[in-house]
């Protein structure tokens, strides 16, 4: 019997959708259910740390979207094929939330001139160091897919930690074919192409 | 992962591969790489270099950065991705997919906590250091003992996940390193934390480790 997923999260991608694309890319059904203001507060004393995402599967509650992310891999078969592909994997998934935790710092910055500051330091630091590591590990393993010769939750942490600077800078990929090509790839999967085309769009 | 646990001896000591840790004379990103080698009883290269040094094994990087692990050459990076690996590797990582999971979410939240206590460390404006100091003795520490306290407790009190030692317990020990340091009573009002505490720095190569180790502030 197939356990029941139901994935709770804000209305917005953050820290959520990487979740959401592992479900979607292997056609996994689940309850997609967004929370925010009286109904997240009213939810947030049953979750496990007050905080979301939180995974409910089959009534047990799992907390914190990098575990979330690696049960679901590991669920659905996008962990890779051995235990050292899945360290592969999550050496993608910290890069990817390294970048990640560097794009939150310059949403939620507040003072004017820090924040021209920090994202002048995303723009000519961060991401192009993101971007030729991303690219030259795809390189490395033959140019499709960042673990093994499959999709792995690795090929989907990398996508979602571009959605917001693509966003901001829809070129950004242009001198990264590799990169270009991979992300093509993952919007061309059925149920997750679905998805992505008809998404709402959202700040971050 | 592959067991050896029905070879011979010779063969299971021809096989056990070779470890090299790579990372800086502190604990840092580093400590909880070393704590799970020690709880497993593992032998390994615990390299450890300044800064200057530090120039010359950075190519081996795999991302330019350190810690990394050499496993027979194979280099891995990331922190939490080695100890992910060795706790894989040494029984450390829980009984199942669930419980592997679990102990995810300790590590991850023992991470939101570890980057809370390094922003008043890189913090140059003094002021700002006061405010952000101030604000983990009164936000940020009695925000994880409790959530942890909570979450030690719900699992019976002695284990974070299942019912013996695993990553969990040492990631969750390894959190509170440095902010024991300045706070010594932190965890005064969370018997099962102290109580966990106590055991992880009873186990044997552990407290060894532990009683000689040399100072550092991070």
């Given at each position: 019997?197939?356990?029941?997923?139901?994935?709770?999260?804000?209305?917005?991608?953050?820290?959520?959708?990487?979740?959401?694309?592992?479900?979607?890319?292997?056609?996994?059904?689940?309850e997609d259910i967004r929370l925010g203001g009286d109904k997240w507060q009213n939810f947030k004393p049953s979750t496990p740390f007050g905080q979301m995402p939180v995974l409910d599967v089959d009534g047990k509650k799992l907390a914190q979207s990098g575990a979330i992310a690696r049960y679901l891999a590991r669920e659905l078969d996008l962990a890779g094929k051995?235990?050292?592909?899945?360290?592969?994997?999550?050496?993608?998934?910290?890069?990817?939330?390294?970048?990640?935790?560097?794009?939150v710092k310059s949403f939620f910055e507040k003072d004017e001139a820090k924040k021209a500051e920090v994202m002048k330091n995303l723009n000519d630091v961060v991401l192009p160091k993101f971007l030729a590591l991303f690219e030259s590990s795809l390189n490395r393993n033959g140019g499709c897919y960042f673990v093994g010769d499959g999709l792995t939750i690795a090929?989907?942490?990398?996508?979602?930690?571009?959605?917001?600077?693509?966003?901001?800078?829809?070129?950004?990929?242009?001198?990264?074919?590799?990169?270009?090509?991979?992300?093509?790839?993952?919007?061309?999967?059925?149920?997750?192409?679905?998805?992505?085309?008809?998404?709402?769009?959202?700040?971050? | 992962?592959?067991?050896?646990?029905?070879?011979?001896?010779?063969?299971?000591?021809?096989?056990?591969?070779?470890?090299?840790?790579?990372?800086?004379?502190?604990?840092?990103?580093?400590?909880?790489?070393?704590?799970?080698?020690?709880?497993?009883?593992?032998?390994?290269?615990?390299?450890?270099?300044?800064?200057?040094?530090?120039?010359?094994?950075?190519?081996?990087?795999?991302?330019?950065?350190?810690?990394?692990?050499?496993?027979?050459?194979?280099?891995?990076?990331?922190?939490?991705?080695?100890?992910?690996?060795?706790?894989?590797?040494?029984?450390?990582?829980?009984?199942?997919?669930?419980?592997?999971?679990?102990?995810?979410?300790?590590?991850?939240?023992?991470?939101?906590?570890?980057?809370?206590?390094?922003?008043?460390?890189?913090?140059?404006?003094?002021?700002?250091?006061?405010?952000?100091?101030?604000?983990?003795?009164?936000?940020?520490?009695?925000?994880?003992?409790?959530?942890?306290?909570?979450?030690?407790?719900?699992?019976?009190?002695?284990?974070?996940?299942?019912?013996?030692?695993?990553?969990?317990?040492?990631?969750?020990?390894?959190?509170?390193?440095?902010?024991?340091?300045?706070?010594?009573?932190?965890?005064?009002?969370?018997?099962?934390?102290?109580?966990?505490?106590?055991?992880?720095?009873?186990?044997?190569?552990?407290?060894?480790?532990?009683?000689?180790?040399?100072?550092?502030?991070?």
């Amino acid at each position: 019997m197939m356990p029941c997923y139901k994935f709770y999260y804000f209305d917005a991608r953050g820290r959520g959708e990487l979740c959401r694309y592992a479900l979607h890319a292997k056609q996994r059904d689940f309850e997609d259910i967004r929370l925010g203001g009286d109904k997240w507060q009213n939810f947030k004393p049953s979750t496990p740390f007050g905080q979301m995402p939180v995974l409910d599967v089959d009534g047990k509650k799992l907390a914190q979207s990098g575990a979330i992310a690696r049960y679901l891999a590991r669920e659905l078969d996008l962990a890779g094929k051995n235990c050292w592909e899945q360290a592969a994997c999550d050496q993608y998934m910290e890069l990817a939330d390294d970048m990640f935790t560097e794009l939150v710092k310059s949403f939620f910055e507040k003072d004017e001139a820090k924040k021209a500051e920090v994202m002048k330091n995303l723009n000519d630091v961060v991401l192009p160091k993101f971007l030729a590591l991303f690219e030259s590990s795809l390189n490395r393993n033959g140019g499709c897919y960042f673990v093994g010769d499959g999709l792995t939750i690795a090929d989907l942490a990398v996508y979602s930690a571009f959605d917001t600077p693509l966003k901001r800078c829809p070129t950004l990929l242009d001198s990264f074919p590799k990169l270009k090509a991979q992300r093509a790839k993952i919007e061309g999967l059925p149920k997750l192409g679905e998805y992505i085309k008809n998404r709402k769009p959202t700040d971050i | 992962c592959t067991d050896f646990s029905n070879h011979s001896p010779l063969l299971k000591i021809a096989t056990m591969p070779s470890y090299k840790l790579y990372y800086f004379d502190v604990r840092g990103r580093g400590e909880l790489i070393r704590y799970v080698f020690l709880a497993a009883g593992k032998e390994f290269d615990d390299i450890r270099f300044t800064s200057e040094v530090w120039k010359e094994h950075k190519p081996k990087a795999p991302y330019g950065q350190a810690p990394f692990l050499e496993i027979d050459g194979k280099p891995l990076a990331q922190s939490n991705t080695i100890a992910r690996y060795l706790a894989r590797e040494f029984g450390l990582a829980g009984k199942d997919s669930w419980e592997q999971a679990k102990i995810d979410e300790l590590l991850d939240l023992s991470e939101d906590m570890f980057k809370e206590v390094g922003k008043p460390i890189f913090e140059k404006d003094e002021e700002k250091k006061k405010e952000l100091l101030k604000n983990l003795t009164d936000v940020v520490y009695p925000k994880f003992v409790q959530l942890f306290e909570k979450s030690l407790t719900a699992n019976g009190g002695k284990f974070f996940v299942g019912n013996e030692l695993t990553l969990g317990d040492l990631a969750v020990y390894c959190a509170f390193d440095t902010p024991l340091k300045s706070s010594p009573n932190l965890m005064d009002d969370c018997p099962n934390l102290k109580a966990q505490r106590s055991m992880v720095e009873g186990l044997p190569k552990l407290a060894a480790y532990l009683k000689t180790r040399k100072d550092s502030h991070i």
